[in-house]
């Protein structure tokens, strides 16, 4: 159960059913909501002129016991080495608008999302 892909002429991702040659997808789903808000993270605090020497994101999923297994909850700690504790607000307020307005990965993990499947 070993898959890969990426867009047109890109770098590939190897997508592993059991952990072993890649990311399991529900692990995939995780690092892509982490990406998508450290470079929204990012991006604010340099726009506040918020100095960023490093960002480390950890995150944790909590998924149901039965199918189909989606995440009922999702912890996230981001660790910034950089701003000094008078731009703690500046931090909040990225985060802030992170997780309410710029994430595109955050937003469509709405279940009321239409999903079309098909073959081709």
Known sequence: MVF?????GGPQVTVDGASAEGPAPMQLLLLS??????VDIRMIL????????DLEIDVVGERA???P???????????LEGPGEGDAAK?????DLSREKYCSVLHSLDPAIALDVRAA
């Open 4 to 8: 890969s892909g990426g867009a047109d």
């Open 65 to 67: 016991e039965e199918a």
């Open 46 to 53: 340099e726009k506040s002129r918020v100095s960023v020497d």
């Open 33 to 38: 909501l982490a990406g998508c808000m450290a």
């Open 69 to 79: 297994r989606r995440y009922l909850r999702i912890d996230m700690i981001c660790r």
């Open 91 to 95: 931090v909040q307020r990225a985060l």
